[in-house]
T-cell receptor, first 111, second 114 residues
Framework: DAKTTQPPSMDCAEGRAANLPCNHS???????VYWYRQIHSQGPQYIIH???NNETNEMASLIITEDRKSSTLILPHATLRDTAVYYC????????????FGQGTRLTINP | DGGITQSPKYLFRKEGQNVTLSCEQN?????MYWYRQDPGQGLRLIYY???????QKGDIAEGYSVSREKKESFPLTVTSAQKNPTAFYLC?????????????FGPGTRLTVT
């Protein structure tokens, strides 16, 4: 079973920042949080992952709270192509044998 | 270009027939995975393989079988014992079992059994 909690759906206006929350209250010190997204009828795509520090790459930023029990994925300037289901996955230790996908957040970017 | 290929994209079969889904990767990844996705649901792990000639059951292995004779290939057979085989099937790979969480997915095969 998934050990993360996400809202089932969110909307965001094109060009604005999309902030997707995730709760992972059972996380422990050596466990990571990963984010993937799935555009309709395609395979999921890795976005970013983090342990305790905030992370940024070309796709997104990941903000992790100080107690590490929740995180927020930020798409800084959302485009229509960012419409997808976003999965927060974890907590996971390095060497974890499998990903557990919950139902994710369906993000709709509106023009 | 490096990547994962799955074929075919759409597959139709009659009930009672076995069917094999293809998954090939040229990323030189050690680990490969098969997931199943039903409409509106997340992915569920069927089987995974960390190394050639070895594989483990995932959460929903009943009615499925796999083989890993080559590093590049991890075919999935959906047998007639699978009670509800119609679904979207996704194959993935990762560099190694240490970095298993960064998985690269193929485009998927949508199987319809009638």
């Amino acid at each position: 079973d998934a050990k993360t909690t996400q809202p089932p759906s969110m909307d965001c206006a094109e060009g604005r920042a999309a902030n997707l929350p995730c709760n992972h209250s059972t996380i422990s010190g050596n466990e990571y949080v990963y984010w993937y997204r799935q555009i309709h009828s395609q395979g999921p795509q890795y976005i970013i992952h983090g342990l305790k520090n905030n992370e940024t790459n070309e796709m997104a930023s990941l903000i992790i709270t100080e107690d590490r029990k929740s995180s927020t994925l930020i798409l800084p300037h959302a485009t229509l192509r960012d419409t997808a289901v976003y999965y927060c996955i974890g907590p996971l230790i390095q060497g974890a044998q499998k990903l557990v996908f919950g139902q994710g957040t369906r993000l709709t970017i509106n023009p | 270009d490096g990547g994962i290929t799955q074929s075919p994209k759409y597959l139709f079969r009659k009930e009672g027939q076995n069917v094999t889904l293809s998954c090939e990767q040229n990323l030189n990844h050690d680990a490969m995975y098969w997931y199943r996705q039903d409409p509106g649901q997340g992915l569920r792990l069927i089987y995974y393989s960390q190394i050639v000639n070895d594989f483990q059951k995932g959460d929903i292995a009943e009615g499925y079988s796999v083989s890993r004779e080559k590093k590049e290939s991890f075919p999935l057979t959906v047998t007639s014992a699978q009670k509800n085989p119609t679904a979207f099937y996704l194959c993935a790979s990762s560099v190694s079992k240490v970095l298993v969480s960064e998985q690269y997915f193929g485009p998927g095969t949508r199987l319809t059994v009638t």
